[in-house]
Protein backbone atom coordinates (compact mmCIF):
# COMPACT_ATOMS: atom_id res chain seq x y z
CA UNK A 1 0.00 0.00 0.00
CA UNK A 2 1.73 3.07 -0.84
CA UNK A 3 1.07 6.44 1.50
CA UNK A 4 1.44 10.13 1.12
CA UNK A 5 0.83 13.34 3.27
CA UNK A 6 -1.91 15.68 3.62
CA UNK A 7 -2.26 19.20 4.94
CA UNK A 8 -5.66 19.17 6.05
CA UNK A 9 -7.90 22.42 6.07
CA UNK A 10 -7.03 23.28 9.70
CA UNK A 11 -3.63 24.61 8.29
CA UNK A 12 -3.01 28.20 9.29
CA UNK A 13 -0.59 29.13 7.15
CA UNK A 14 2.91 29.89 9.33
CA UNK A 15 4.67 28.26 6.51
CA UNK A 16 7.40 26.17 8.59
CA UNK A 17 6.38 22.77 6.77
CA UNK A 18 7.71 24.62 3.26
CA UNK A 19 10.54 25.96 4.61
CA UNK A 20 11.95 22.94 6.47
CA UNK A 21 10.60 20.68 3.50
CA UNK A 22 14.38 19.20 2.36
CA UNK A 23 13.01 18.74 -1.27
CA UNK A 24 10.90 21.43 -1.92
CA UNK A 25 7.79 19.68 -2.12
CA UNK A 26 5.24 22.06 -0.04
CA UNK A 27 4.06 24.81 -1.81
CA UNK A 28 1.11 27.30 -2.01
CA UNK A 29 -1.63 26.44 -4.68
CA UNK A 30 -5.08 28.14 -5.26
CA UNK A 31 -4.63 29.87 -1.17
CA UNK A 32 -3.80 26.65 0.46
CA UNK A 33 -0.37 24.59 0.87
CA UNK A 34 -0.21 21.39 -0.95
CA UNK A 35 2.05 18.19 -0.54
CA UNK A 36 3.45 17.25 -4.26
CA UNK A 37 3.00 13.63 -3.79
CA UNK A 38 5.65 12.67 -6.32
CA UNK A 39 8.63 14.73 -4.87
CA UNK A 40 7.86 14.11 -0.97
CA UNK A 41 10.17 11.46 0.19
CA UNK A 42 7.94 10.75 3.65
CA UNK A 43 10.93 11.95 5.61
CA UNK A 44 8.42 13.74 8.04
CA UNK A 45 9.99 16.68 8.92
CA UNK A 46 6.91 18.79 7.85
CA UNK A 47 4.76 17.04 10.70
CA UNK A 48 7.74 17.83 13.17
CA UNK A 49 7.34 21.39 13.13
CA UNK A 50 3.59 21.73 12.52
CA UNK A 51 2.02 23.89 15.61
CA UNK A 52 -1.73 22.53 14.63
CA UNK A 53 -0.87 18.99 13.62
CA UNK A 54 -2.53 19.19 10.40
CA UNK A 55 -0.15 16.72 8.46
CA UNK A 56 -1.13 13.79 8.10
CA UNK A 57 0.04 10.31 6.40
CA UNK A 58 -2.95 8.86 4.13
CA UNK A 59 -2.99 5.23 2.64
CA UNK A 60 -3.57 5.52 -1.20
CA UNK A 61 -6.46 3.24 -2.05
CA UNK A 62 -5.36 1.11 -5.55
Do not use: H
Not at 19 to 39: H, N, Q, S
Request: a negative charge; one cysteine or more.
Amino acid sequence: MDYYLEISSRCIECDNCRLICPEKAIFMDKGKYTIEPWACTLCNACTLVCPVDCIKEVSQKE
